[in-house]
């Protein structure tokens, strides 16, 4: 499965039942490109088999190995496209996520600085801004 933006590897992941309302249409099942970041729902009909644990690795080393974190910090990406849309769901789900035990933002950071990653949008000055509101 392919980004029909920029032709590269698609990571499909099924969305925390506790992440679900930051999902793209709060689908089951999400999708980040490895290259762009869009995130994606990926709908159900799609007989794309979800690995029991998805390697996010593959967007960034950067991601969280355990699964949930992951998912999250890939949600948190996706909110990104539109700070002033989404602002109240990333607030929460970076206090979801540092609750859990994971640094959101310095993990955004670490993939925004990733070379194998070109996003679609400034994520650089995206997160400074969301540092600003978070904190």
């Not at 089951?28 to 690995?51: K, Q, Y």
């Not at 690795?57 to 002033?84: D, N, Y």
């Amino acid at each position: 499965m392919y980004c029909s933006h920029c032709d590269s590897p698609l990571v499909p992941f099924e969305v925390p039942e506790a992440y679900g309302e930051y999902a793209p249409s709060e689908a089951p099942v999400a999708t980040i490109c490895s290259r762009c970041l869009r995130v994606t729902d990926l709908e159900e009909s799609n007989e794309v088999a979800v690995a029991d644990s998805p390697d996010f690795t593959i967007v960034s080393e950067a991601f969280p190995t355990r699964e949930k974190p992951a998912a999250g910090v890939a949600l948190a990406l996706g909110l990104c496209a539109s700070l002033a849309r989404n602002r109240n769901n990333l607030e929460a789900l970076v206090a979801d996520l540092e609750r859990a035990g994971t640094d959101p933002l310095l993990t955004l950071e670490r993939v925004c600085q990733d070379p194998s990653v070109e996003p679609t949008m400034d994520l650089e000055r995206r997160l400074h801004q969301l540092e600003q509101f978070v904190y």
